[in-house]
């Protein structure tokens, strides 16, 4: 058996990076030969949660084929959200929570995705299913993942399955959620030690929508006043990326992560579908929009409906 690689998405989050290394653990155990990757460094609140564990971060890949045949998908499917040369490797295993879209294999594959707020939550049933044990290191990062991906159990993305997750994990682990996850959420909201670029980028993935190449970023932080101060640098940036790489519309989101709203900041001609996406109106690129906290839930469906009618 040959060995494959297992990523998550560019710009990895807390999930992409752990979900990577609990199911190369998950299927180390099961017999194949495998490595968890990254397309990307990990951001400040991954850095947190790996140095809490004293867990090391994987090794960066910015392409594939030159290193295996196979590779194996985690927290994300979409073509464009992967690595560069996708299309010269097989996929022979997809374990995801969001839609499916932009996505096609040759040959048949493992495929496990379910509508859940964290690939971690899936991956802790597998492990469960399979009769595997979780070591105490990795509950510990699941469990961070979960609390990453559902905002501390708050999102909208957010179902029974992730919180019985969070139980039997934080069990595990022996964590006191409440705690550790506020100081987590806390850990990535360092704003001030970000340039604009940075920011745009830290977080954002790239969506076809009715043939509409999009851009959506988020910004986590306890203070939205941190991100709107900073509104005419993102732009500046936001139109330098879309000049670039040809998107043509790129929308960031800035969430507080402890009441659960976000702004949104605009650029693009398409402001007029953005309205009517989200039955607002922009002042300024600018839009509040309260309780919104979920990019998968609240802000990819609406903008694929506006832009479908």
Request: one cysteine or more; proline letters at 4%.
């Amino acid at each position: 058996m040959s060995k494959a690689l297992i990523f998550g998405h560019q710009n990895p989050d807390t999930d992409a990076i752990v979900a990577a290394k609990a199911f190369a653990y998950l299927q180390t155990q099961k017999g194949y030969d495998v490595e968890a990757v990254a397309l990307g460094e990990p951001n400040m609140e991954t850095n947190y949660v790996l140095n809490h564990f004293d867990e090391p971060a994987p090794r960066v890949v910015k392409t594939v084929s030159n290193e295996v045949d196979q590779v194996m998908l985690v927290d994300h499917n979409e073509a464009q959200q992967s690595v560069s040369d996708l299309d010269k490797v097989q996929v022979t295993f997809v374990v995801d929570h969001h839609r499916i879209a932009n996505f096609h294999t040759d040959s048949p594959l493992y495929y496990r995705a379910e509508p859940v707020g964290c690939v971690s939550t899936i991956l802790t049933e597998m492990f469960d299913e399979a009769k595997i044990e979780i070591p105490a290191k990795l509950a510990g990062l699941m469990l961070s993942a979960i609390i990453s991906d559902t905002l501390l159990l708050q999102s909208p993305t957010t179902t029974d399955k992730d919180r019985e997750a969070v139980r039997a994990l934080a069990e595990i682990a022996d964590i006191d959620v409440q705690s550790y996850g506020i100081a987590m959420l806390k850990a990535g909201t360092n704003l001030a030690a970000k340039t604009d670029k940075e920011l745009i980028d830290g977080d954002a993935k790239s969506f076809d929508m009715n043939g509409h190449s999009v851009r959506i970023g988020q910004i986590n932080t306890v203070d939205l006043d941190d991100v709107i101060s900073r509104q005419a640098g993102l732009e500046k940036e936001m139109h330098a990326e879309m000049a670039a790489d040809g998107y043509d519309l790129f929308v960031t989101l800035a969430t507080n992560v402890l009441n659960s709203d976000s702004e949104m900041i605009v650029a693009g001609d398409a402001t007029d579908v953005v309205e009517k996406a989200f039955n607002t109106k922009l002042e300024n690129n600018r839009a509040s929009l309260p309780g919104v906290v979920s990019r998968k839930k609240q802000v990819v469906p609406p903008l694929t409906d506006a832009f479908n009618a």
